[in-house]
């Protein structure tokens, strides 16, 4: 089924010509069993997210942002609904596929940096750029990331927003189509998450990856072309910005 043959909801289309569809997911449910309990984390989401655009998914804990992201990552599989990455169904193919979807097309970020303590910063990078089929070698990776000078620094020697643009380079080396970044500035200050964001920025604007922020943070809205809403496992609204804001100008 081709994507362009599938409907789109009118709320989600921006005001602009839109650019390629990325993923469309419809109906999308998540249900949780807990002993007798049942949770349902995602309640009949509908999302179109399209090629190279900055989103920004805001939502309190526990409104499904999470469980949202990693079922679009190819992390976890909804309980019902479908999801589909240009023309292939995710929902229907299978481990294998999955597999090689993360591999070849994501890249995550999380709040944590996740960076194996005994490897240098260039090491840390090479462990994706070893397995990815056209990689940036890990000096480009860092380079972008604005780390030219830290190849050789152990995590240890780095501070925490250092470590995270460690991340966010480790993350971009195998060149992904998409970026999905949960928090990524939850455990730094002001300042430091600025800079993360700036990283972020230049990453979807020179690269052209389509990058995707969870956050609970309402003030770094501004920067995305578009927020979307969550509560209570639902869309609740998705907002085109008029313009995008430089992270510079983001307060909170």
């Not at 090689?100 to 999380?110: L, N």
């Not at 890990?138 to 030219?148: C, D, F, N």
Request: with cysteine; net charge neutral; charged share 20%.
């Amino acid at each position: 089924m081709a994507m362009s043959s599938l409907p789109s909801p009118l709320a989600e289309q921006p005001a602009r010509s839109a650019p390629p569809v990325l993923f469309h997911a419809r109906q999308l449910t998540k249900t949780y069993t807990m002993g007798e309990v049942q949770v349902q984390a995602l309640r009949a989401v509908d999302l179109d997210l399209y090629e190279g655009e900055f989103v920004v998914l805001l939502g309190p804990s526990g409104s499904g942002k999470s469980t949202l992201l990693n079922i679009l990552g190819g992390l976890d599989v909804p309980t019902s609904g479908e999801v589909f990455f240009k023309h292939r169904n995710l929902t229907q193919g299978g481990d294998r596929l999955l597999t090689r979807f993360r591999r070849e097309s994501i890249g995550f970020i999380f709040q944590f940096y996740n960076l194996i303590p005994s490897l240098t910063a260039r090491e840390n990078v090479a462990l994706v750029t070893d397995i990815a089929s056209h990689p940036l070698r890990p000096e480009v990776a860092l380079a972008l990331v604005g780390l030219g000078d830290r190849l050789d620094h152990f995590p240890a020697q780095l501070s925490g927003g250092e470590q995270q643009r460690v991340a966010i380079a480790r993350a971009i080396a195998k060149r992904p189509e998409v970026l999905f970044c949960d928090e990524p500035t939850g455990a730094l200050d002001f300042s430091t998450g600025k800079r993360v964001l700036e990283v972020l920025a230049k990453v979807n604007q020179e690269l052209g990856t389509t990058v995707v922020v969870i956050t609970h943070n309402a003030g770094i809205g501004a920067l995305g072309d578009r927020v979307i809403t969550m509560r209570d496992g639902q869309i609740h609204s998705i907002t085109a910005n008029r313009r995008r804001a430089s992270p510079d100008e983001l307060e909170w």
